[in-house]
């Protein structure tokens, strides 16, 4: 787990490379899409997950794992949830916030949009199978924008062949996603 700590002022995050934080949870149902690619792009597996925090109070959770498949598309699955999701503890939130385990069905459509909208934009799509798998929401402090947010970042450090990347380039990625206007991802 690598802590970004240089990312602005009230803001905080956490990133897992090749390695996702041990919670599991069943999925209650899967939202699935297909982005067709142009060429077969051979990339190696990978995990990420990102937990951020970013005063006043937003936050979100979510992991995916990218498998390699010889074909002419990516397929993203994201593993929903049911909304009762165990709690979880020591993550960035607020004290006051509770966590619960899971990829709510409130977010998962965001999610899946989120994810095929930045790799149209970044017009680099892998070939394989994205699933989202590992996420956390809380009650007061998750929404459809932080969660836009997090889903890019992980799609660009994905689509950077993060294993060559250095810290420093991480962070850049996750300040702009942070960065960015509300609205714009």
């Not at 060429?39 to 498998?67: D, H, T, W």
């Not at 498949?69 to 020591?90: A, P, R, W, Y």
């Not at 149209?120 to 590992?134: A, Q, Y």
């Not at 950077?160 to 991802?185: A, M, R």
Request: aromatic share 8%; net charge negative; proline share 3%.
């Amino acid at each position: 787990m690598i802590n970004i700590n240089n990312i602005g002022n009230l803001k905080k995050c956490r990133v897992w490379l090749e390695e996702l934080p041990l919670y599991e949870y069943k999925p209650a149902k899967v939202l699935n899409s297909i982005l067709e690619t142009s060429i077969c792009m051979s990339r190696e597996n990978q995990k990420i997950a990102i937990e951020i925090f970013v005063a006043p109070r937003y936050y979100a959770f979510l992991g995916a794992e990218y498998v390699y498949k010889e074909t002419n598309n990516l397929e993203i699955h994201v593993n929903v949830s049911n909304d009762s999701g165990e709690i979880i503890t020591e993550t960035l939130a607020l004290p006051s916030d509770k966590v619960h385990l899971g990829i709510s069905n409130e977010y998962a459509q965001t999610i899946l949009n989120t994810s095929m909208e930045v790799f149209m934009k970044l017009s680099v799509i892998p070939s394989g199978i994205l699933t989202f798998n590992i996420g956390g929401y809380s009650d007061y402090g998750s929404n459809q924008v932080i969660f836009k947010k997090v889903t890019s970042i992980i799609v660009r450090l994905l689509v950077s062949n993060i294993k060559n990347t250095e810290i420093d380039q991480i962070e850049n990625i996750v300040k702009n996603e942070v960065d960015k206007p509300l609205t714009d991802i």
